[in-house]
């Protein structure tokens, strides 16, 4: 079984910085993609940003130029920087992993997710 722990969520002001982290612990191989995915009350879920296992990126549009996503393939850590936060990044921010379900096949699994508000 695998887990997802998210952690680095919190209260932060218009304009400031967060670093959110998320680590992968259990019984895997190995892990291809990693991301960050928010969703905020009355709202679907929607990419934050996406790295493959060879550091391929994608940024979701409301937030491009102002995160960053990376990951340490030796610690199965990915993380997300963001930076000149606003109020409509606030959120419940989950990252995702895909993993060997076996036979060949992947699949992905989700964290608890972390609270991010940005608030005065």
């Known amino acids: 079984q695998v887990h997802l722990v998210e952690s680095g969520g919190g209260l932060v002001q218009p304009g400031g910085s967060l670093r959110l982290s998320c680590e992968a612990s259990?019984?895997?191989?190995?892990?291809?993609?990693m991301g960050w995915y928010r969703q905020a009350p009355g709202k679907q879920r929607e990419l934050v940003a996406h790295?493959?296992?060879?550091?391929?990126?994608v940024y979701g549009d409301s937030v491009k130029g102002r995160v960053t996503i990376s990951r340490d393939n030796t610690e199965n850590t990915v993380y997300l920087h963001m930076n000149s936060l606003k109020p409509e990044d606030t959120a419940v921010y989950y990252c995702?992993?895909?993993?060997?379900?076996?036979?060949?096949?992947?699949?992905?699994?989700w964290g608890q997710g972390t609270q991010v508000t940005v608030s005065s």
């Open positions: 995702n992993a895909e993993i060997p379900t076996g036979l060949g096949a992947y699949g992905y699994v």
């Open positions: 259990g019984s895997f191989s190995s892990i291809r993609d």
């Open positions: 790295i493959t296992s060879d550091g391929y990126i």
